[in-house]
């Protein structure tokens, strides 16, 4: 007896096998694929770039803001009268006359969104850059008690004026410095 092997193929679609391209689906689908994964390569670009701005302006502000309080903070450190405000009030101008200081009075005040500082009369100067906006500026001078001495309390908060993003970046600084 003799065993013959039988083969056989099924086949819903027999193209031939002489196909020399892709059909109309193949093609469709690979453009669908080829859609989806360049969305998803473009929009996590995008998120990156987003946020490399949003940091910039994050670290921006924190840096223009630091160096603003350390201004303040310079023309307070000699510092032998407080002009304005008065005792116990507050204001968004501080006038001050410093120890053996040729530029007396050193004066910082708010305008227009912009820390200005002035000595000895000259015109002022602001500190700030224009990719940053002072929001709030509030000294307040506080009288001596007990046995703190007088200081002048400072709040200070600084936001970026990009208008692109939905959320700005800002900072606010509240310090307080005794005179001694």
């Known amino acids: ?13 027999d193209f031939g096998s002489s196909r020399g391209g892709f059909t109309l689906m193949e093609t469709l689908i690979y453009i669908a694929l080829f859609s989806v994964i360049t969305s998803f390569v ?18 921006e502000v924190d840096s223009e803001a630091n160096f603003m309080m350390q201004k303040i903070r310079w023309a307070l450190a000699g ?14 101008t501080l006038s001050v006359t410093r120890y053996n200081f040729a ?17 000895g009369g000259a015109s002022a100067v602001v500190l700030n850059n224009s990719r940053v906006n002072v929001s709030q500026l509030i000294f307040e001078h506080l009288a001596q008690m007990n046995n703190a001495p007088k200081g002048v309390k400072i709040t200070l908060s600084v936001i ?11 900072t606010t600084i509240t310090d307080t410095v005794y005179l001694r």
């Open 160 to 170: 970026s004026s990009d208008v692109e993003r939905p959320v700005a970046a800002s």
């Open 103 to 119: 530029q007396n009075p050193v004066v910082f005040d708010l305008n227009s969104q912009a820390l200005r500082i002035s000595k």
């Open 79 to 92: 510092v032998q009268t407080i002009n304005q405000p008065a005792v116990n009030t507050t204001s968004t």
């Open 1 to 13: 007896m003799k065993v013959s092997k039988t083969t056989s193929t099924f086949c819903f679609l």
């Open 42 to 59: 473009f929009g996590v670009f995008y998120q990156i770039l987003g946020s490399q701005n949003q940091n910039r302006d994050r670290i």
